[in-house]
């Protein structure tokens, strides 16, 4: 429900177009498919993806010959369903941690003001509440506010918090943090890196660094590196996803700010262009409102 909730500007949007697209049209032509391609750049598909879902529809109309407008959105809606099953948005995800892996390390990237600190705070909540003792590294030491935030975090969820402070080494905090999680029994790390995209060579070092550092405890750290993108920023979510992917070895996605946009589109493209499964939508600022990505879902309320 709270996502449905909060995908409701870029359904409203989205179908508000669609209804008008097809008005006065019986059937599903290249004029309507036009208009389809137009609304779902619109929505921040982004147009290689719209391009994709373009040419499946045209595909189904030309072996079927006649294709009535009132099935547009049934068929939309399966074709956005297979390119989602196609890619590995989603896959399994949950809040349990793998067994035999303990603790669990997380690095969390992106850029400043996506929402970082924030998801981290409500992962950190709900691994809290299933139980799981986490720990939390403040690792972007380049800006108080967010060292400040984490810490508050931490007093809220009832978790610890590794911090040097603000300019300090962020490797070495985030060396600290694995280091108390192994120390203390911890199941799940959870360290928050500079959102700096100064330039791709200095952040692809400081990642490493970070990296390397920790891998001196353990050498399969990090094992997972979650990106964060703030999915109210459209096309230029996509552009960072790309800085990042190339700086390094990104392998989950958590798209925030997606209550309060009209471009919630954006899941699929990013979810089609990097094949690395969305693993959490930020849907409001409540702690429930990091919601674990379920691909069906996202498409039924997408479309309902
Ligand atoms: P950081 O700089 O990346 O660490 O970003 P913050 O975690 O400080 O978040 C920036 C702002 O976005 C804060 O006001 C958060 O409350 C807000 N925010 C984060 N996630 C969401 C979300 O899913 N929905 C909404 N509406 N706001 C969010």
């Not at 892996?101 to 996506?114: A, E, F, L």
């Not at 700010?257 to 919630?264: E, Q, R, S, V, Y």
């Amino acid at each position: 429900e709270s996502l449905d909730k909060g995908l409701e500007k870029t359904k409203t949007s989205f179908f508000g177009q669609l209804s008008k697209a097809v008005v006065g049209k019986s059937t599903v032509d290249v004029e309507v498919l036009d208009e389809l391609e137009e609304i779902l750049v619109h929505a921040d598909v982004g147009v290689e993806t719209t391009v994709k879902i373009i040419d499946r529809i045209e595909k189904r109309v030309a072996r079927d010959k006649y294709v009535s407008t009132s099935e547009l959105d049934r068929i939309l809606r399966e074709e956005i369903a297979a390119l989602l099953e196609e890619n590995r948005a989603g896959d399994g995800a949950n809040f349990d941690l793998p067994a035999g892996i303990k603790p669990y390390v997380i690095m969390v990237v992106g850029v400043n003001g996506v929402g970082k600190t924030t998801t981290i705070g409500k992962l950190a909540a709900q691994f809290h509440k299933a139980g799981k003792k986490v720990v939390l590294g403040a690792a972007d030491t380049f800006r108080a506010a967010a060292v400040d935030q984490l810490i508050i975090w931490g007093e809220r969820v009832g978790v610890p918090v590794i911090s040097h402070g603000m300019n300090t080494d962020p490797a070495s905090v985030a060396y600290d943090a694995v280091k108390k999680g192994v120390d203390t029994g911890a199941d799940v790390v959870i360290i928050d890196t500079a959102g700096r995209l100064h330039n791709k060579v200095g952040l692809m070092n400081e990642l490493s660094k970070i990296k390397r550092v920790m891998q001196k405890i353990t050498v399969d750290t990090p094992h997972e590196v979650l990106l964060v993108l703030d999915g109210s920023t459209g096309q230029n979510a996509l552009i960072q996803a790309r800085e990042f992917t190339k700086a390094t070895d990104v392998t989950a996605l958590a798209i925030t700010k997606l209550d309060g946009t009209a471009k919630g589109g954006v899941v699929i493209g990013i979810s089609d262009e990097f094949k690395i499964p969305v693993k959490y939508i930020g849907v409001g600022e409540k702690i429930e409102d990091l919601q674990l990505f379920d691909k069906h879902q996202f498409v039924e309320s997408f479309f309902s």
